[in-house]
């Protein structure tokens, strides 16, 4: 059988087919305490990266009330879980509204790679509505991982000095009929999930030699799942 690999999804159309600036509505920032301003870089001698990215990159980016922007610059600040972007004045700031999708065109070495993020699931554990997740698979099932980074401060032996690092957890979740499933990346624990489809499912996973560690693989089981 032929393998298929899915690297993302997009969960969204975007409408709009003009640049739009920082001034529009759910962008624009007021100096009055009504809105929301971001200036200038909060984290320093860090080890690790509190960023998706580290440099700018142009974004998609859907609010609450709808309204759709693309070409914006943005970096996702997975400490913060907080969308940034760049105005006018190539300064970051954060949104006026809630920003309910967005996705992340990332160029590197010449590969183009888009990743979604959204947000809207019940509350579990530390996460709650506002909490984003990256949409690896949509459909009726949807393959949702969850990263969280915090600053950590460590001290060596003997040492004064703090060293600062950013530690990352990953979580995998399934959303079905607006449930949240979290899942562990191995053939028991999702047949478990799945157990409608798990003979199925188990021919795909032997057939196609797929190690449900990996993303890519996972990616293409829940997909196979969604044809079902």
């Not at 709009?16 to 984290?43: C, H, M, R």
């Not at 142009?58 to 759709?68: D, E, I, P, Q, S």
């Not at 006026?96 to 888009?114: A, H, L």
């Not at 600062?164 to 562990?184: C, F, G, H, R």
């Amino acid at each position: 059988m032929k393998r298929i690999f899915y690297t993302g999804a997009l969960c969204f159309c975007l409408f709009s087919t003009n640049l739009l600036s920082s001034q529009a509505q759910g962008v624009t920032v007021s100096g009055d305490g009504q809105g929301i301003y971001f200036v200038g870089n909060t984290y320093s001698n860090l080890t690790g990266s509190p960023y998706l990215y580290e440099d700018w990159a142009k974004g998609y980016v859907k609010l609450a009330n709808g309204t759709v922007y693309r070409d914006l610059f943005v970096k996702y600040d997975q400490v913060k879980d907080e969308l940034i972007f760049l105005n006018e004045k190539k300064s970051p700031q954060l949104f006026s509204q809630p920003v309910t999708e967005f996705t992340i065109v990332n160029i590197n070495e010449g590969v183009e790679t888009k990743r979604t993020f959204i947000n809207g699931f019940q509350s579990m554990g530390d996460a709650n509505s506002k909490t984003y997740y990256e949409l690896l698979v949509a459909g009726n099932t949807k393959l949702v991982k969850h990263i969280s980074k915090k600053v950590v401060e460590e001290r060596g032996n003997g040492s004064i000095l703090v060293n600062k690092q950013v530690k990352e957890t990953a979580k995998y979740y399934l959303s079905m009929a607006d449930n949240l499933y979290p899942i562990k990346r191995d053939q028991k624990a999702i047949l478990v999930t799945l157990k409608s489809k798990a003979t199925e499912l188990t021919s795909f996973i032997k057939e196609n030699n797929l190690n449900l560690k990996k993303d890519g693989d996972l990616i293409t089981l829940i997909y196979y799942y969604n044809t079902l």
